[in-house]
């Protein structure tokens, strides 16, 4: 199995570099002023280039709706101005193609008697097509994962982890893989003057405007290779079916409605699922300046869990992330509160997360993230199946303490490639301690890939 994962990252290596050779001199990043000034690209070019046509010239954006233009996240999603995003880009006539992702290949090491020991990788691709179209940008885009292929048993451990299924079992202490297509989206942003934007947004699988961006995709969780255990609390919608997107944004501002359909996928996870749109939600976004963004966002999910295909859920998300970036470094930070609360039996369960990024000298980065969450009853069960008539109810609150460290070396022509190690630590009632022992922990060795160019995001 060691040798299938490390097949799997050269081919992965192979790609990224195939890419990362192919640039011509004119291709361009998006780069913070701290790097190195990027090759100037022809003026045609940047015409076509959304958000270039008001002057702006490779750096960071200046307004919130330029910021928007870009759609370097998943869904509708934004981040700070000021974040930084490695991505590889080249103009080809009226178009602008951008690609970036990430790989982790980890190794996990879990104590006590539900601990697990297991190598796998996570992983997203991004490749993206921008160009004018009247008075508006369109925007194709599409995100791929071949976690199914690189997380096997349909789970990678983790423990006090909720969420989803593997072979027709509740899915505890561990996190379910990405679908192969997490995004597949159309987007197009019309003008309405200098200070307003109207949006529009169309996928058969996409991302909602629910909550901030998910944590594949925060700065502030960057290098940390597995999931955040409120993840179905926070940002689980962010891979959904049949999702339609209106949005308008006036100057620091935008309110945003969706629709889609909220049975989240199901565990075939090769497959493009759908059903009707029966969900709703809505956003409101806000940054006051290039380095702080703020949502807060309210959905209806019809049936969201596979088997508990009677509940209703009403989600709230709340979210402040902070960017500040400096001189070969960044500092990216997000605090986070979800809450789900089941109609049928008015169940409630709330998490909150604190998580911090800080990148100094350039190739280090040393990073945190604190948690308190509900867990239900169905953690009991451990890998055996829902009896019949199975009443979840909330069963405790759990909390998650992570730090690492990562270094990057420059091994590969086109990649930043880092190794790097952390560590975590959970608080739990003493009436878990027969299932999980005194102190559980666990401790991940990984080495991750992402294109290099320190390319903004925007």
Not at 220 to 244: F, K, M, R, W
Not at 351 to 360: D, K, M, P, R, V
Not at 404 to 421: E, K, Q, V
Not at 429 to 456: C, D, E, K, S, W
Request: aromatic share 10%.
């Amino acid at each position: 199995m060691k040798r299938s994962f490390l097949s799997v990252l050269i081919i992965l290596f192979i790609l990224f570099s195939a890419t990362a050779f192919a640039q011509s001199p004119q291709t361009s990043a998006h780069r913070h002023s701290a790097n190195p000034t990027p090759t100037p690209m022809p003026d045609d070019a940047m015409q076509d280039m959304p958000g270039m046509q008001h002057g702006s010239t490779h750096e960071q954006p200046i307004t919130f709706i330029d910021e928007i233009l870009h759609h370097s996240t998943a869904g509708t999603s934004a981040q700070p101005n000021s974040t930084v995003e490695p991505m590889i880009m080249r103009a080809r006539g009226k178009w602008m193609f951008m690609f970036h992702g990430v790989a982790f290949l980890s190794a996990l090491q879990q104590s006590g008697p539900r601990g697990y020991d297991k190598i796998f990788s996570t992983n997203w691709f991004m490749p993206m097509a921008q160009r004018q179209i009247g008075r508006g940008e369109l925007t194709l885009r599409t995100m791929l994962s071949m976690e199914p292929a690189t997380v096997t048993q349909r789970f990678y451990p983790l423990l006090f982890q909720q969420g989803e299924t593997a072979f027709g079992k509740p899915i505890n202490d561990g996190q379910h893989p990405h679908d192969f297509v997490m995004e597949l989206a159309a987007l197009y942003d019309l003008r309405l003057g200098e200070n307003a934007l109207l949006s529009f947004y169309a996928a058969p699988v996409g991302d909602p405007a629910m909550g901030p961006s998910a944590y594949a995709h925060r700065a502030s969780a960057s290098e940390n290779p597995v999931a955040t255990l409120g993840h179905h609390l926070q940002d689980s919608t962010h891979i959904a079916d049949n999702v339609v997107t209106g949005g308008l944004a006036y100057k620091n501002a935008r309110i945003e409605f969706s629709g889609f359909h909220g049975r989240e996928p199901n565990e075939f996870r090769w497959d493009i699922d759908s059903g009707a749109i029966d969900s709703w939600s809505t956003r409101l976004t806000v940054q006051p300046c290039e380095n702080w963004s703020a949502q807060y966002s309210f959905a209806h999910l019809a049936s969201p869990e596979q088997l508990h295909p009677e509940d209703d859920v009403q989600r709230m998300t709340a979210s402040v992330s902070y960017n500040r970036p400096f001189t070969k470094g960044s500092w990216a930070s997000t605090l986070l509160w979800g809450r789900n609360r089941t109609l049928q039996s008015g169940q409630i369960a709330n998490g909150y997360l604190a998580e911090s990024t800080l990148q100094f000298a350039e190739r280090n980065r040393v990073w945190a993230r604190i948690e308190n969450v509900d867990r239900s009853s169905e953690l009991l069960l451990g890998k055996q199946p829902e009896p019949p008539g199975f009443d979840e109810r909330l069963l405790a609150r759990i909390q998650a303490y992570t730090a690492g460290y990562d270094r990057d070396f420059p091994m590969i022509p086109g990649l930043s490639t880092a190794l790097g190690a952390q560590v975590t630590f959970y608080g739990k009632p003493g009436f878990l301690t027969p299932i999980y022992g005194q102190h559980p922990m666990g401790v991940i060795l990984f080495i991750r890939v992402r294109p290099t160019g320190n390319a903004h995001s925007h």
